[in-house]
């Protein structure tokens, strides 16, 4: 799995991850394109469904990136959305799966070097678990099929 290119789904907060997302383009600090950003008001409306559609869908990690603690725009949607995290987490562990694919990130918009160096970093954890057990059933499948 050398080639291995992960896919990542990054749910980021408008008001932090997602401004220090374009912080860091504007600042020229680049981040791995495997990352694709998904923009939403608040971590808050970032549900467990919508992670487990991304994995479903194809995505080798999930990330939720959220204001900083007792900074959301919203009181606390970045609380409950560290909580739904853990939640899935718990079901990925069930499901056997590595429960790293799946993770909660805090930033504040000003954060651009470190949303570069977040995204670099789980993408190089997931190239190392390589591809999702989704992934890996659909390319035994499709080995089975041409052997
Ligand atoms: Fe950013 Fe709620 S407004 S996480």
């Given at each position: 799995?050398?080639?291995?290119?992960?896919?990542?789904?990054a749910f980021c907060?408008?008001?932090?991850?997602?401004?220090?997302?374009?912080?860091?383009?504007?600042?020229?600090?680049?981040?791995?394109?495997?990352?694709?950003?998904i923009?939403v008001?608040?971590?808050?409306?970032v549900?467990?469904?919508?992670?487990?559609?991304?994995?479903?869908?194809?995505?080798?990690?999930?990330?939720v990136?959220?204001?900083?603690?007792?900074?959301?725009?919203?009181?606390?949607?970045?609380?409950?959305?560290?909580?739904?995290?853990?939640?899935?987490?718990?079901?990925?562990?069930?499901?056997?799966?590595?429960?790293?694919?799946?993770?909660?990130?805090?930033?504040?918009?000003?954060?651009?070097?470190?949303?570069?160096?977040?995204?670099?970093?789980?993408?190089?954890?997931?190239?190392?678990?390589?591809?999702?057990?989704?992934?890996?059933?659909?390319?035994?499948?499709?080995?089975?099929?041409?052997?």
């Amino acid at each position: 799995m050398e080639n291995f290119e992960p896919e990542i789904v990054a749910f980021c907060c408008h008001y932090c991850a997602y401004t220090a997302a374009d912080m860091a383009g504007s600042k020229r600090i680049s981040y791995p394109p495997n990352v694709k950003i998904i923009r939403v008001p608040c971590t808050g409306k970032v549900d467990a469904i919508h992670i487990m559609k991304a994995l479903e869908k194809g995505a080798d990690g999930v990330y939720v990136a959220g204001c900083l603690e007792g900074d959301c725009h919203f009181k606390n949607g970045n609380t409950r959305a560290g909580y739904r995290v853990e939640h899935v987490q718990k079901y990925l562990e069930e499901l056997g799966w590595e429960t790293e694919r799946v993770a909660m990130m805090n930033m504040s918009a000003g954060m651009g070097e470190f949303f570069a160096r977040t995204a670099l970093e789980f993408t190089q954890k997931i190239k190392q678990l390589g591809p999702s057990p989704i992934k890996r059933i659909n390319i035994d499948k499709s080995q089975k099929a041409v052997g």
